[in-house]
Every structure is written in C-alpha cells, then in structure tokens.
C-alpha cells in the first residue's frame, strides 16, 4: 500500500496502474485520476483478441455529497490548469489484487476499486463508502470511441446516443456502431456535451499530439449508507448487464488468488502481474504473449523470452504448447514470425534472426521442466527444417559460413532485438555474425544434438550438426573474444570485427551452452560487471562511446537513437544472474549480490511508475524512472525467474 500525506499531482501523475482481460484489452490511468497517456482509459476492448485494440471509456469523474457540501475527486490536465483537483482527498492507494484508491476528509471516505473480467471486454469500478456517514456519489461517465494508439476531437460523426433502460445504458458511438453497455445501480441524468482539450502529459513528452476531446453522457446518483458498495459495470456484451458486481469480483479475487503459488509475497505479486501478459489469439484459437502494455501486441522474439518466466518457470505446460504448437505450425522458410499481424488483413511478418533460435532455448528448458519427450518428439521435424534452411540459406541472406557461424542481413532490414530505425536510417546496424545469435546458434546445436541423442531419434540432420559445432567451437574464440578481454558484438569473417562493448555479449556466458571456458566467462562477465552493469539491468552500450546516449525521451528521433545506444533493459538482469551463478556459483555471497541487484527493481516494482508492473527501459547514465512500456512482459519474467532461482537455492 501506498500512503500519501499532502499529495502532489505532479507525484501521483508520474504513477500508473493497469488490469487487463486476458485478450489484449486493459483498464489504465494515473494515482491523480487523470488520464496522462492517449492509452489511458477504463475501458480499451480488443474487438480481434488480442489486437484492435479500441478505447470505448476515457474515464467517470466522481462527485461525493454530503450534508449539500460537494467534494470533486476527479482531476484533469488542461494547458494552463489541473482542474478539479480531487488528488488532494487521495490518502492511499494498492495494487493488488485490484487498484484500489481511497479518498477522504473530515466528512466523507470513499474507496474505488477497478478490475476487468477475464476474457471478457468488461470493466468494472465498485465505490464503498468507508465512512460513517450517508454520502451520495455523482458519477460522470466520459466516452470516446477510437482505436487506442489515436486521439479523438470533437466532431459531427459520433453523437453517443445513449438508451436508458432499467438499470443500464445502451450508447451508440455514431449509427450503427455496435453498442457500449453500462449498468448502475442509481439513477441515470443526461447530459450529453463535448468537453474539450484533455491535455496528456505523456504524449506532450514523447513528442506526440497530446489534446483530446471526450464526450460526456451524463452522469449517475446513487445514495450510499455507511458500508454501503455499489458498481458500474462497462461492457461490450449485453450479457453483461445481467451479471452482479460482487460475484464477478469474487470470482476474479479467485483466479487471482489461485496464481499465487509460493510463500513469497513479492515472488507472488510478479505471478499475477506476468498474468496480464498471456493472453488468447483468436486467429490461431491458441494462447499468445503481449509484449508489452500498453502499445506492443504479441512478437516472436519476445514471446519466446518472455515465456521462460511467465510459462515455464511458473508450471504452465498447457500454455507453453499452446504457444509453441502457434508458433511451430506458422514455421515458413525455417522462420518463425516476428509479429502476427494487428488487423486480419495483414500479413504475418518474418523479418528476425532470433526468434527462432530462441526456440530451441526454450524448447530445452520446456524439456529440462516437463520431461515431455513426445511434445519434442513431434517437434522434432521442424527442428530439422529450421537447421536445415539455416545452413543453407533463408530469408534476409541468413545462413552459415564456413566458420560455423550465423550470417544475416540485408537491406536496411533489421533482424535482431537491437532493431531501432527511423524510415530508412538504421540505428544500430549490425549486418553479419552478432553475437548474441552465435550464442543461440551454438545453444540450438547443442540443444539438436541433444533432443536427438535422448530420444534416439535417427536424422539426417546430425552428421551435419556435428560439423558445424566442431567448426563453431574451433573459430568462435578467435573471432569474437578480442584483445580488451570481452566479445566483439559483431564479426565479419576474414572482413571485420565491431568490438563496440555491448551487453549482447552475456548469452555467450547465460545461456545453457557456452563455448567459452569458465576463465574466459569469467572475463566477460567481469566487463560486464564493470562496463554495463545498473541496479535496473544493463545497459545496451558502454557510457565512454561517443554514439552513448545518457537519457531516453523526447520524440520518436531522439527516442529510437536512444533505444539500444547505452539505455538499462531490465529483462536482461536474469542473464546477468544465470551468467554470475555460472561463474561463481549460487553461494550466499553471490545470493547476497543477486538480491541487492533485485532491490532497487523491487522498489520500482512496489512504488514507483507502473505500480505493480516493470518498465521497459531505464536512463543509460543514471537509470531511475522508467521509460518506454510501464508494463513489459520480458522484464516482469526476468524477476519472476531471478525470484525462482533465489528460492530454489
């Protein structure tokens, strides 16, 4: 829980929350009850699970009376004002299981809490009055219909002509829109009108239009006695409006409490709040992971590396074949996609060199889990067919050379994570051999090599395999391990070697294959340690670079030349662990050393930005706020498999 004593709006606007559905659709905002982000709303429906994402419910303003007094609790910003300034009742506010906020005086304690209904395009907001007196709540209902990475203004076409029906509301956006339901449990007073000029902060600060117009229904009245609760219920199911607040609530309050499976309470928390991120993909009827809230949808890359914590680690067998079976059935060329397509229309995109090689990692570990020797067994084929395309040749002139290694590029594609371009200028191109893909390659070797020996599998494949690692464990070291005692990030054989100092270099060590004798992991990690190493994770590039670039902000410019060019990336504190526990060992020392690492991002966790949540990225030079995503899916699995690791030891 967090406290406030004199509570400031600039304070409570940098704080955020977010509860989700399970389709890609959330609820958000700020602790001040303004809307800072064009994303921020309480109803975002995914109308194609989990894309197409639209914003149905910009926000309620709420209104306490009491004894003909009238307290705002609401607050917006405008260009020249913050108006109402209701933060200044907030007392408290916790995260889970739902965001809960309570305001208060000397005359009146209300609470308001917020959740969404698993798999459902519906939000709820209960009020409890926490006083002992009799207060009337005045809910203003605020409307907007738009696709969420927009902004709306006023204009003739969308009217929110609302139906008021006994005890709920049907409004139309514009004709023939599909509905919006809204149920209450009081009384209903039309008051349609146009308010204009929200300004969003955060947009302002990213270098985007920040005003937006909303439209105002009406508002709701309802009476509530000392202890007394009621609920609004926002739906786009009319379903819905047969359904009553307080079972719904128990019945999330259930699913909530079943995904704390430990002892720990921090380790608990990360569980329900990597929760948020598997979600259902209606196009391939399978389980997928959202990248990152509130603007990713669900990426290859990192749904592979987001899924060792949220699925494997956690126990969710059928949720990782689920995901698994998406992936290895949309397999072309040797290639997994990189992202799925946000509208039915679109086609499936393949431009990564990674994602598929982080199969084989997560096959390895899914195994190492489950001990499922028919799911590999099944897969195993198309293992076959990925070494095979990648020995040969595949899309973006990926393939091997003759040292072993893996070659990609082409164009102005970029096909690793570090993949920041702004039309056609490449931020950090690296065309060639990086490597953090000799690292996955040598791993997805390795693992073939494996899966074939342990089930007895006869293949074709395996002689060819064998060469490969022979010649890759030959070359490797005299390629990349350079003179200043770390990895070249990327290698031109016989041509060139960029030694830049980079965090890439950790799944050489990380991962569960290393070419590298522990003398030489120990030199990299300790490079590491001194060159890249931030309480919040490591940083993408060394600060003595002159491309180094200390902060993350302002517009898309500044901010994609900042992306990969010295700013922290939480998610990869967990390779960092396992790297440091491969050299060291999980002693007390290093478990004391590990556990201060995860303090700070606990603190951020708890208290700071997306509360409940872990940032994307962080500040290269001093790393304190959190930048880009407020919710990342890599980044909450890092911790959760840190955490795991801890308790195990």
């Given at each position: 829980?967090?406290?406030?004593?004199?509570?400031?709006?600039?304070?409570?606007?940098?704080?955020?929350?977010?509860?989700?559905?399970?389709?890609?659709?959330?609820?958000?905002?700020?602790?001040?009850?303004?809307?800072?982000?064009?994303?921020?709303?309480?109803?975002?429906?995914?109308?194609?699970?989990?894309?197409?994402?639209?914003?149905?419910?910009?926000?309620?303003?709420?209104?306490?009376?009491?004894?003909?007094?009238?307290?705002?609790?609401?607050?917006?910003?405008?260009?020249?004002?913050?108006?109402?300034?209701?933060?200044?009742?907030?007392?408290?506010?916790?995260?889970?299981?739902?965001?809960?906020?309570?305001?208060?005086?000397?005359?009146?304690?209300?609470?308001?809490?917020?959740?969404?209904?698993?798999?459902?395009?519906?939000?709820?907001?209960?009020?409890?009055?926490?006083?002992?007196?009799?207060?009337?709540?005045?809910?203003?209902?605020?409307?907007?219909?738009?696709?969420?990475?927009?902004?709306?203004?006023?204009?003739?076409?969308?009217?929110?002509?609302?139906?008021?029906?006994?005890?709920?509301?049907?409004?139309?956006?514009?004709?023939?829109?599909?509905?919006?339901?809204?149920?209450?449990?009081?009384?209903?007073?039309?008051?349609?009108?146009?308010?204009?000029?929200?300004?969003?902060?955060?947009?302002?600060?990213?270098?985007?239009?920040?005003?937006?117009?909303?439209?105002?229904?009406?508002?709701?009245?309802?009476?509530?006695?000392?202890?007394?609760?009621?609920?609004?219920?926002?739906?786009?199911?009319?379903?819905?409006?047969?359904?009553?607040?307080?079972?719904?609530?128990?019945?999330?309050?259930?699913?909530?409490?079943?995904?704390?499976?430990?002892?720990?309470?921090?380790?608990?928390?990360?569980?329900?709040?990597?929760?948020?991120?598997?979600?259902?993909?209606?196009?391939?009827?399978?389980?997928?992971?959202?990248?990152?809230?509130?603007?990713?949808?669900?990426?290859?890359?990192?749904?592979?590396?987001?899924?060792?914590?949220?699925?494997?680690?956690?126990?969710?067998?059928?949720?990782?074949?689920?995901?698994?079976?998406?992936?290895?059935?949309?397999?072309?060329?040797?290639?997994?996609?990189?992202?799925?397509?946000?509208?039915?229309?679109?086609?499936?995109?393949?431009?990564?060199?990674?994602?598929?090689?982080?199969?084989?990692?997560?096959?390895?570990?899914?195994?190492?889990?489950?001990?499922?020797?028919?799911?590999?067994?099944?897969?195993?084929?198309?293992?076959?067919?990925?070494?095979?395309?990648?020995?040969?040749?595949?899309?973006?002139?990926?393939?091997?050379?003759?040292?072993?290694?893996?070659?990609?590029?082409?164009?102005?594609?970029?096909?690793?994570?570090?993949?920041?371009?702004?039309?056609?200028?490449?931020?950090?191109?690296?065309?060639?051999?990086?490597?953090?893909?000799?690292?996955?390659?040598?791993?997805?070797?390795?693992?073939?090599?494996?899966?074939?020996?342990?089930?007895?599998?006869?293949?074709?494949?395996?002689?060819?395999?064998?060469n490969s690692l022979q010649r890759f464990e030959t070359n490797f070291v005299p390629f990349f391990f350079n003179e200043k005692g770390y990895l070249n990030d990327v290698v031109l054989p016989t041509t060139s070697a960029d030694d830049t100092l980079r965090c890439n270099q950790i799944y050489a060590v990380s991962l569960p294959f290393s070419v590298l004798n522990h003398g030489q992991q120990k030199q990299v990690l300790d490079v590491i340690t001194e060159k890249l190493l931030t309480p919040f994770g490591l940083r993408t590039l060394e600060t003595l670079h002159p491309d180094f670039k200390p902060t993350y902000g302002g517009d898309v410019w500044s901010r994609d030349m900042a992306y990969h060019q010295g700013t922290v990336w939480p998610f990869l504190i967990s390779e960092y662990?396992?790297?440091?526990?491969?050299?060291?060992?999980?002693?007390?020392?290093?478990?004391?050393?590990?556990?201060?690492?995860?303090?700070?991002?606990?603190?951020?966790?708890?208290?700071?930005?997306?509360?409940?949540?872990?940032?994307?990225?962080?500040?290269?030079?001093?790393?304190?706020?959190?930048?880009?995503?407020?919710?990342?899916?890599?980044?909450?699995?890092?911790?959760?498999?840190?955490?795991?690791?801890?308790?195990?030891?």
């Amino acid at each position: 829980m967090i406290n406030f004593v004199n509570p400031k709006y600039e304070s409570l606007s940098d704080k955020e929350w977010i509860v989700t559905n399970g389709i890609g659709g959330y609820a958000s905002c700020s602790l001040s009850g303004a809307n800072t982000r064009r994303y921020h709303g309480l109803l975002v429906a995914s109308l194609n699970p989990p894309t197409q994402r639209v914003l149905l419910v910009s926000k309620v303003e709420e209104k306490v009376v009491v004894n003909d007094q009238t307290f705002e609790l609401s607050a917006n910003q405008f260009q020249h004002a913050i108006n109402p300034n209701g933060y200044q009742y907030l007392t408290n506010f916790e995260r889970f299981p739902f965001p809960k906020t309570v305001y208060k005086n000397t005359n009146f304690s209300l609470s308001k809490t917020v959740f969404m209904v698993y798999e459902q395009n519906t939000t709820v907001v209960e009020y409890k009055n926490t006083g002992k007196k009799p207060i009337a709540i005045k809910v203003d209902i605020f409307l907007i219909h738009r696709d969420h990475h927009g902004n709306m203004r006023e204009n003739q076409h969308t009217n929110f002509y609302t139906e008021s029906q006994e005890g709920f509301l049907k409004t139309y956006a514009y004709f023939d829109a599909n509905p919006l339901f809204t149920k209450h449990e009081g009384t209903f007073i039309g008051h349609p009108n146009w308010y204009k000029n929200f300004v969003y902060e955060k947009e302002q600060s990213r270098g985007l239009d920040p005003v937006e117009d909303t439209f105002k229904i009406g508002y709701v009245e309802i009476p509530l006695e000392a202890g007394q609760q009621t609920h609004l219920i926002f739906s786009t199911e009319e379903s819905a409006m047969q359904t009553d607040g307080f079972n719904l609530k128990k019945t999330e309050s259930d699913r909530y409490e079943s995904l704390r499976q430990t002892d720990d309470c921090f380790l608990n928390d990360l569980l329900v709040s990597g929760d948020q991120f598997i979600v259902e993909r209606k196009s391939t009827e399978s389980h997928s992971i959202i990248a990152g809230y509130h603007w990713f949808t669900d990426w290859g890359r990192d749904s592979m590396i987001a899924m060792r914590g949220l699925c494997i680690d956690t126990g969710k067998q059928e949720v990782c074949k689920s995901i698994l079976k998406t992936f290895l059935n949309y397999l072309d060329a040797g290639m997994l996609p990189n992202r799925f397509p946000d509208s039915p229309g679109d086609e499936i995109e393949y431009n990564t060199i990674d994602a598929t090689l982080w199969l084989f990692v997560v096959l390895y570990e899914y195994h190492q889990t489950f001990k499922d020797d028919e799911f590999i067994k099944n897969a195993f084929d198309r293992l076959s067919e990925i070494i095979h395309f990648h020995k040969t040749q595949t899309r973006y002139d990926i393939h091997e050379t003759p040292e072993g290694f893996i070659f990609g590029g082409q164009g102005i594609a970029q096909l690793t994570w570090m993949d920041a371009r702004i039309g056609d200028f490449v931020v950090t191109p690296r065309h060639g051999c990086p490597v953090e893909i000799q690292a996955l390659w040598y791993n997805a070797l390795k693992t073939y090599q494996y899966f074939q020996q342990h089930l007895n599998l006869d293949n074709a494949e395996i002689d060819s395999v064998n060469n490969s690692l022979q010649r890759f464990e030959t070359n490797f070291v005299p390629f990349f391990f350079n003179e200043k005692g770390y990895l070249n990030d990327v290698v031109l054989p016989t041509t060139s070697a960029d030694d830049t100092l980079r965090c890439n270099q950790i799944y050489a060590v990380s991962l569960p294959f290393s070419v590298l004798n522990h003398g030489q992991q120990k030199q990299v990690l300790d490079v590491i340690t001194e060159k890249l190493l931030t309480p919040f994770g490591l940083r993408t590039l060394e600060t003595l670079h002159p491309d180094f670039k200390p902060t993350y902000g302002g517009d898309v410019w500044s901010r994609d030349m900042a992306y990969h060019q010295g700013t922290v990336w939480p998610f990869l504190i967990s390779e960092y662990t396992e790297a440091y526990c491969k050299v060291y060992g999980l002693n007390p020392q290093s478990k004391a050393h590990i556990e201060s690492l995860v303090g700070l991002l606990k603190n951020h966790f708890y208290n700071a930005d997306c509360i409940g949540g872990v940032s994307e990225i962080f500040d290269g030079l001093a790393p304190q706020q959190g930048k880009g995503t407020i919710q990342q899916a890599w980044s909450v699995s890092a911790l959760i498999r840190i955490m795991y690791m801890l308790q195990k030891s």
